[in-house]
């Protein structure tokens, strides 16, 4: 029997009338668990609204982890998503955030 494979999650944001001038950096600084904290950056002006928006690399304080634990991961993707909603609303996109 083949092993199954878990469905991925999959987190949608829905659009809304643009807040920031579309041009906006947005800039946002997270801790991951009580080891890191990381730092991610969009340029909302060069995203296209029925594009895909391809992964951003955070920058990661001290370094950049290994590996993270449960806890760690979900600090990380509650970070991340916030970001990529802020800016799915600053361009006035639908965005969702598929987890492998």
Not at 4 to 21: G, Q
Not at 38 to 48: A, Q, S
Request: aromatic share 8%; hydrophobic share 40%.
């Amino acid at each position: 029997m083949a092993p199954r494979i878990p469905p991925r999650k999959v987190t949608y944001f829905e659009p809304v009338p643009p807040r920031l001038a579309r041009n906006t950096i947005i800039e946002s600084t997270f801790d991951v668990g009580r080891r890191f904290r990381c730092t991610m950056r969009v340029n909302c002006g060069e995203l296209d609204p029925g594009a895909v928006i391809r992964p951003i690399r955070g920058e990661w304080q001290p370094r950049m982890p290994e590996q993270l634990d449960e806890e760690e991961l979900a600090d990380w993707r509650a970070g991340r998503n916030a970001v990529y909603q802020l800016a799915a609303l600053t361009v006035g996109a639908r965005l969702a955030v598929a987890d492998a």
